[in-house]
């Protein structure tokens, strides 16, 4: 039987369109619009990500929930490319119009998240009630248990810690969407003048919502990269995707990437000790500056209570001064000797030894006044002088004797900056932990050191801390507590 052509393409025409029937009937959900709106992966994660592409993130997968067939991807797959940071707790699935599900991270096997032209960005979840199931996402927060100190923000006076809370946990807080100015145009045409302003909504809050602050107190906000801002409470502070900006619209400040806030900050820091020495050398004064490195004010405070520091508790109470973030030796001795933050000197990571700026011996050079620097453990910076460093010889842990045989030979050679470094402290710190016996031995053996050493210069005297790595805390962020960030330091004679 012949069929003529006519009925050919009526047929065809017939199948397409029961094609089309069927997976409306059906509901399919495969094609994709040429637009999508981005997608952000945000919170406790250690790489927030923005998707506009279904398939950007783990494998396409084709799934059916009530009839419905979607191309999706796993949630599970979504946030491991993120990289939650510690253990994920709850799973936030936040629409366009505010309405939020929040759901546990374990258990999201079945969870998925799938795109198409009605709908947006949403969440299928074949296994939790319908409720979960939000469209028109925007964002995806990942919210941790708060255990990892690495990746908190941290609010701390000199006697406590107030605050440790994460990104994505603020993220679950109420959070004010606040205009903040970026800046205005002015033009003219025809003899008039016309203006635009530009703001961009910031999600942000008062630190007075976290914790107690009283109007006008002063805040030091520290960075990640160094940086630090001594300010009051009339400024905010952003949550944006995975970490925390301070903004102070007034005089348009922005430090980004706070890592901690010190209320009721000391007057000093351990930057002071250049200041006081360049003092002290101008006004004609031999300076013995001494580092203790690993040497906390908690430690001090400790070991002076339990008898193990006599020659530290004679001179004095210690003033207790702020250490400089990232809390790293090396970083520590390069605020020292420089009086530079760590961004503005260039030692910001344990790693770096160039400095940017110059150090207190270039200013010993500028006076015309002999220096020398007698240290222990490791060579950590490159100055203008070239260090002597003692090795461990007796391979008893420490090179701080072998450090203090050296000093007396080299005391009365007429310098008049005399720099020492110990080390021992640190080293029995990291090996035992900073409250152990035998930290607590390493104090007061170098006590003893310092007792002989002191009472042999016949100058000024400086003695600090210098805060290092420290045995109870994982990474460089994790350290901004009240016992990591604040040192002793003295001035003596």
Known sequence: ???????????????????????????????????????KVV???????????????????????????????????MINAAGPVNKAEQI???????????????????????????????AVNLKHPMSSNAKLLNEIVVVSDGSCRDFAFNVIDPDSQLVQITPG???????????????????????????????????????SELTAVNDGENLLVMDEK?????????GYFEVRDNYINYLQPDTR????????????????????????????????????MVVLDGLTYHQYTSAVANGAAPFLEKIGSATRAVGIYPLETNVGLAAMLTGKTAEESGIAAAGDQVLKVPSIFAEAHRLKKQALLLEAGPKLLETELQPVSSTDQNGNGSADDELFDAIP?????????????????????????????????????????????????????????????????????????????????????
């Open 409 to 493: 030979a080299n005391l009365d050679k007429g310098y008049e900056l005399f720099m020492v470094r110990f080390h021992g402290i640190h080293d029995s710190g990291q090996r035992c932990g900073e409250s152990a016996e035998e930290t607590m031995q390493a104090i007061s053996a170098t006590d003893k050191y310092l007792a002989e050493i002191v009472s042999k210069w016949p100058g000024k005297v400086i003695i600090a801390g210098n805060p290092g790595t420290s045995d109870q805390l994982i990474g460089a962020a994790a350290k901004f507590n009240n016992h990591a960030m604040f040192v002793p330091y003295w001035r003596v004679k």
């Open 169 to 207: 946990q603020l993220l679950t807080r109420p959070l004010t969407a606040f205009p903040y100015p970026e800046g205005k145009a002015v033009v003219e045409n025809d003899g008039k003048e016309y203006e635009s302003q530009v703001f961009t909504k910031r999600l942000v809050f008062k630190l």
């Open 92 to 122: 936030c699935l936040v629409g366009l119009d505010g309405f939020t599900s929040v759901i546990r991270a374990e258990g999201i096997d079945d969870c998925y998240i799938a795109f198409s032209a009605k709908n947006g960005w949403e």
């Open 1 to 39: 039987m012949v069929v003529s052509k006519k009925y050919w393409l009526i047929g065809i025409c017939l199948v397409l369109l029961g094609l089309v029937a069927g997976g409306m009937a059906q509901g399919v959900n495969f094609r994709f619009p040429r637009y999508i709106p981005p997608l």
């Open 253 to 288: 400040t922005i430090l980004e990437r706070v890592k901690g806030v010190i209320v009721h900050p000391p007057a000093a820091s351990i930057t002071d000790a250049y200041y006081d020495a360049k003092h002290y050398l101008e006004s004609g004064n031999k300076v013995l």
């Open 43 to 77: 919170g406790d994660v250690a790489n927030s990500l923005t998707l506009q592409d279904p398939g950007g993130v783990g494998k396409l997968e084709k799934i059916t929930f009530q009839g419905t067939r979607y191309q999706a991807v796993k949630l599970a797959d």
């Open 226 to 234: 160094g940086n630090y801002r001594l300010v009051d409470d009339g």
